[in-house]
C-alpha cells in the first residue's frame, strides 16, 4: 500500500495543535454561501527522543459540508491526538467518520517518517515535472466571474472549472458562450460545478443545455442522497456527470461499491479532506479502476500544508486528467511552502524555498536567523542560538505564570521576533495556540476565550473601535502590547480593563520583551520592571544597556534614552537617534507625540527639517484626506507645549509611513518633511 506508516513505541510522539484562522483574499462564492474566512488546525508531531525530527499535517473541516464538521471538533481532534501519543498508532477505522481528522494525521506521520515537505519520491517532489490543473471560477455576479476567466485564459489555463448555481441560469449560459467564441473545445476544457444547486426536476433540461457549449462534465448537479434520481440523471444526461458531495460520509468500501454501481457516474471527484483521508481515497480508487471510472484529486480549501500533501500524493498516481490543486493563493497569508503555479502546471519549486519557521526551530542547527524590524535604519539579519530563545520564553512563562493548555493568540507576522517567540512559547509550556492573518482586527473572526495574546497599538486601536470586538479583547485574561508606543489615549481606555494589560519593553537583539509596565489595575504604573535575571544600566550617553546572560552573550547597548529608578523599574525617554537638536535644545519626539496625542485624533508623527538659524526645526506630519483647522491647532498646542516644543511646520499628508511591524518610519517620515512643498503654516 503507497501509504503506510509503521507504528511508533507508546509515548514515543508529542503532538501540539495549532489553529490557524486563514482570509479569503477575495470572497469565495459557493452555491453554500460565501466564505471569508478559514479555520484550520494544524497537528505537529514531535519526539523528545529525536528532537530534530518532526512532522506536521493540516486537519481542515468544511463548514456545513464535511461530515466531521461537529462543534467539539477541536476536543474530538486533541483526544485522537492523546490517543496518538499513547499508542504510537493511527487507528485508521476508528477515524473514518473524522476524515479530516484522519487525513492530517496520515500526513502529519508521513511528513514525521520522511523528514521533508516531499512526501513521495516523484518528478513533482524533485521539481522536474509539474501536475496538470485546472482554473478554479467562484460563484458572483457576471462582470465578476468574466474578470477571473479573463484572468485564468491570460494565465495559461486550458481547462476551467465555472461554479455555476449563484446567479441567473442564462447569464452563466451567456458566460460560457462567451469563452466558447474565444476558445473551442479543442483548445479549452470547461468544468461546471452545480455544488447540488439544481432540482432533480429540472436538472435534465439544464444539463442539456450545457452540453450543447462542449462541456466536458458537471459535478454534483443535484443534492447528495438522492442516489435514484442521480442515477437516472447519469443514465439520460448528454453531459458527463462527477460524483463529488456524493461520496461524503460513504465509508466502507462495500458502501462504495455499492453507491458507484447503483449511479454508475463518468467520473468521481477525490478530496482527501472529505472523503476518508488518503486511506479512503484509495480505497475509491480501486473501486473505480475495478467498473473504468474515471477520477481526478481536488483540495478542500486547505492552506499550503494540506494542498502540498495531497500534491505530493497526487503525484504518485500519475493521473492525466487536469487536477484541482490550484487554491494555494487564495489566502492573504499562506503557509510559505516552495508551490507555485506556473501557467496551467502546479510546481514543488526546493530551489530557492523560504525556511518555514518551524523547520528552521526544529531542525539539528543550534541557531536560527532572525530579521530585525528597522524602525530606525535598514533592517538586518542576526543569529542566535535557540536555546537562548528558549531561555527567553521560560521567563516570560514563569514571570506571567503561564500553564500547559492556556489559549494563546498568535495575531502577529512569524519573520519577526514577537511572532517567532509567541511560537517558541506555545512549544516550550504547551499552549494552546490560535493563528490568525496579521491584520488591524486580529479579534475579528476569534470566537473563544483567549488567556494570552500579544499585539501591537495598531490592533489594539483599531480592536477598541468595534464594540463586539473590544469586548472579546477585554476578556483576555493577559494582553501584552508591543512594537510602539502605546498613545494616552489607548492607554486610558486600557486602564478600565478587567484583566492583566502590560506594556512591553524588548526588540529582536533581547529576544522580544525584558521588561513589562502594567497599564491598569493596582499594579498600573508608568515606568518598566525588568524580568528577573536582567540587570540594567546607562551609557555615557544615558541609553540603555541590558545585561541579559541567559539571552545575550554580551551586553545589550539600545539608542533609547532610559532614567534608572532607585527600585529598579526604568523609564523610556525616547531615542538617542531619533532626537532633535533645534535651538541647542535636545528635544524628544516621543514626548511632544505623546502630549499632541489627545489633540490629534489622526495618526501624525513628529520629525525635523534642517533650519539655518536653529539646527534643526520641529515638524508636525498629520495623515488627512482634508486640510485641517491650522489656527485652533496652534491655538490648542500653544496651551500645552512652549515655544520651542511647537512644531513650525505643519503638513497634512495621506499617511504616516510605518515600518512592516508597525512603528513609525522614522527616516520616511523625515524624507516626507524635507520634499514637502505646500506647508500650512
Not at 173 to 187: A, D, F, T
Not at 249 to 272: N, V, W
Not at 643 to 652: L, N, S
Amino acid at each position: 500500500m503507497l501509504y503506510d506508516t509503521p507504528p511508533f513505541p507508546p509515548a514515543y510522539l508529542r503532538t501540539t495543535v495549532i489553529c490557524n484562522c486563514l482570509t479569503f483574499r477575495q470572497p469565495a462564492g459557493t452555491s453554500r454561501g460565501i466564505y471569508t474566512t478559514r479555520k484550520v488546525w494544524y497537528v505537529l508531531l514531535t519526539s523528545e527522543q529525536q528532537p530534530a525530527q518532526w512532522g506536521i499535517g493540516e486537519c481542515a473541516p468544511l463548514p456545513n459540508l464535511s461530515p466531521d464538521d461537529l462543534p467539539d471538533y477541536e476536543q474530538i481532534l486533541k483526544r485522537t491526538c492523546r490517543q496518538l501519543e499513547t499508542s504510537g498508532m493511527l487507528d485508521t477505522e476508528a477515524l473514518r467518520a473524522y476524515p479530516s481528522i484522519l487525513f492530517g494525521l496520515e500526513t502529519a506521520l508521513r511528513h514525521f517518517q520522511v523528514r521533508t515537505f516531499a512526501l513521495w519520491d516523484t518528478p513533482f517532489s524533485r521539481g522536474q515535472a509539474g501536475i496538470l490543473i485546472n482554473g478554479l471560477i467562484w460563484m458572483g455576479d457576471s462582470q465578476t466571474m468574466l474578470q477571473q476567466i479573463k484572468e485564468k485564459t491570460a494565465a495559461g489555463f486550458r481547462c476551467l472549472k465555472l461554479k455555476i448555481g449563484a446567479i441567473d441560469f442564462e447569464e452563466e449560459l451567456n458566460l460560457i458562450r462567451q469563452i466558447r467564441k474565444h476558445y473551442p473545445p479543442e483548445e479549452m476544457e470547461i468544468r461546471a460545478d452545480a455544488n447540488g444547486a439544481f432540482q432533480p426536476a429540472e436538472a435534465l433540461s439544464k444539463l442539456s443545455r450545457l452540453a450543447e457549449l462542449d462541456i466536458h462534465s458537471i459535478e454534483q448537479p443535484i443534492r447528495p442522497g438522492q442516489w435514484q434520481e442521480m442515477a437516472e440523471l447519469a443514465a439520460r444526461s448528454p453531459l458527463p456527470i462527477a460524483l463529488d458531495e456524493e461520496l461524503i460520509g460513504i465509508r466502507t468500501s462495500d458502501e462504495k461499491r455499492r453507491l458507484l454501481q447503483t449511479i454508475c457516474p463518468p467520473y468521481i471527484i477525490l478530496k482527501p479532506t472529505l472523503h476518508g483521508g488518503i486511506t479512503g481515497c484509495t480505497e475509491w480508487i480501486e473501486e473505480v479502476c475495478k467498473l473504468h471510472i474515471n477520477w481526478w484529486i481536488t483540495s478542500a480549501l486547505e492552506s499550503n500544508i494540506g494542498l502540498n500533501a495531497i500534491a505530493q500524493w497526487c503525484a504518485t498516481l500519475q493521473n492525466p486528467l487536469p487536477q484541482g490543486l490550484g487554491t494555494g493563493a487564495l489566502f492573504t497569508a499562506n503557509v510559505p511552502l516552495p508551490l507555485a503555479v506556473r501557467k496551467d502546471h502546479l510546481w514543488y519549486e526546493r530551489v530557492g524555498e523560504k525556511p518555514l519557521f518551524l523547520s528552521e526551530w526544529l531542525d539539528d542547527s543550534p541557531f536560527v536567523s532572525l530579521q530585525t524590524s528597522g524602525s530606525t535604519g535598514t533592517p538586518k539579519q542576526i543569529t542566535v542560538r535557540k536555546q537562548q530563545m528558549t531561555q527567553s520564553a521560560l521567563a516570560t512563562i514563569s514571570y506571567l505564570h503561564l500553564r500547559h493548555g492556556d489559549k494563546a493568540l498568535l495575531c502577529l507576522p512569524l519573520q519577526y521576533i514577537a511572532g517567532k517567540m509567541m511560537l517558541v512559547r506555545t512549544l516550550v509550556a504547551g499552549l494552546d495556540l490560535t493563528m490568525t492573518t496579521p491584520s488591524a482586527h486580529p479579534l475579528a473572526n476569534i470566537d473563544t476565550p483567549l488567556h494570552f495574546a500579544a499585539m501591537t497599538p495598531a490592533q489594539i486601536y483599531a480592536t477598541l473601535q468595534i464594540p463586539e470586538e473590544k469586548e472579546r479583547l477585554k476578556q483576555i485574561k493577559i494582553l501584552l502590547i508591543g512594537g510602539s508606543p502605546i498613545d494616552p489615549q489607548t492607554e486610558q481606555e486600557l486602564s478600565t480593563f478587567p484583566h492583566a494589560v502590560y506594556s512591553t519593553y524588548g526588540m529582536t537583539e533581547t529576544l522580544s520583551h525584558i521588561a513589562l509596565r502594567r497599564l491598569n489595575g493596582s499594579q498600573a504604573s508608568p515606568s518598566y520592571t525588568p524580568l528577573p535575571s536582567v540587570t540594567l544600566t546607562l551609557s555615557a550617553d544615558n541609553t540603555l544597556v541590558i545585561n541579559a546572560p541567559y539571552i545575550s552573550d554580551t551586553p545589550v547597548c539600545t539608542n533609547d534614552i532610559a532614567r534608572l529608578l532607585p527600585d529598579g523599574r526604568f523609564l523610556i525617554l525616547g531615542r538617542k537617534d531619533n532626537i532633535i537638536n533645534s535651538g541647542s535644545l535636545k528635544i524628544h519626539p516621543e514626548e511632544i507625540e505623546n502630549a499632541l496625542s489627545p489633540l490629534i485624533l489622526a495618526p501624525f508623527a513628529v520629525t525635523s527639517i534642517p533650519h539655518p538659524q536653529w539646527g534643526e526645526a520641529l515638524v508636525l506630519l498629520i495623515s488627512s484626506d482634508t486640510p485641517c483647522d491650522i489656527s485652533i491647532l496652534q491655538t490648542r498646542i500653544a496651551r500645552i507645549l512652549p515655544p520651542h516644543h511647537r512644531p513650525k511646520h505643519i503638513y497634512t499628508v495621506k499617511e504616516i509611513p510605518l515600518t512592516e511591524t508597525g512603528k513609525p518610519d522614522c527616516p520616511a517620515c523625515k524624507k516626507i518633511a524635507l520634499t514637502y512643498s505646500l506647508p500650512l503654516l
